[in-house]
């Protein structure tokens, strides 16, 4: 199979970098295409340690491709590349969510799902449009997170508000006086931290929801979206732990 520089609409995608790889590996093992090492690579350690997670599948290593190195990565420190089949997910109904309502950045996506894995927050809604979840950027900036968690994407709010009607959803804007630092979350029920767009936020409709503000110094319009969000996993975390 000829691998091609990666588009959205492609049936697979792949990992920069020895760490995300073999993230892929030890959760998605499955959906391993191949495994790429680059003839200057010289880690041994690492080199067994993606062998040992592939044993009994070693024909899908493939050692000393070069040439896909300057096909698939622009950077030129890569010396592993995972390539995988793109998959479908399915939120866990009965575990706390983050949604996020159109992001366009994948870099901020990446590091959001990454923060998400660190306090231990596992299912993520999007709500459309947003950028693509298995873009190599995102997965970069995931650190290979992504792997780890469940993500599913939705046309709209009221489509998600459907299918997990038992979760009770915090809106995190500007647009109300309920402040974070004096919040105190419900701990009996299935909670979903929302987020908005990273230029607009969240839209209006999302007052109706139950709203909370990060509170700043004047000295700033707001808080930049990665910030925010693992501001609010941290005192999330603290108050209700997880499940």
Avoid: W
Avoid at 128 to 156: C, E, H, Q, W, Y
Avoid at 167 to 173: A, G, N, T, V
């Amino acid at each position: 199979m000829k691998f091609q520089k990666y588009k959205k609409d492609s049936s697979y995608s792949y990992t920069l970098g020895a760490f995300p790889t073999i993230e892929l590996i030890k959760f998605k093992k499955d959906q391993v295409i191949n495994i790429y090492f680059h003839s200057s690579f010289s880690n041994e350690e690492i080199r067994k340690t993606i062998f040992d997670l592939l044993k009994n599948n070693e024909d899908k290593i493939i050692l000393n491709d070069d040439k896909i190195f300057s096909k698939l990565s622009d950077k030129e420190n890569v010396y592993v590349i995972g390539i995988f089949n793109k998959y479908d997910m399915e939120l866990d109904y009965s575990s706390h969510h983050v949604l996020l309502d159109n992001p366009s950045n994948t870099g901020n996506l990446g590091t959001i799902i990454r923060s998400c894995l660190g306090f231990n927050i596992k299912n993520i809604a999007i709500i459309k449009p947003s950028v693509d979840i298995f873009d190599i950027k995102t997965i970069r900036a995931s650190m290979g997170s992504i792997f780890s968690v469940n993500i599913t994407l939705f046309n709209s709010l009221e489509e998600y508000k459907n299918k997990f009607s038992n979760h009770k959803i915090y809106s995190f804007m500007l647009q109300t006086n309920n402040l974070l630092q004096d919040f105190e979350f419900d701990k009996n029920t299935c909670s979903t931290l929302a987020f908005g767009n990273e230029a607009h936020g969240l839209d209006q409709k999302y007052l109706k929801e139950i709203p909370i503000k990060i509170k700043h110094s004047t000295n700033i319009d707001s808080l930049n979206i990665t910030n925010a969000a693992t501001i609010a996993f941290y005192e999330f975390n603290k108050q209700v732990g997880n499940k």
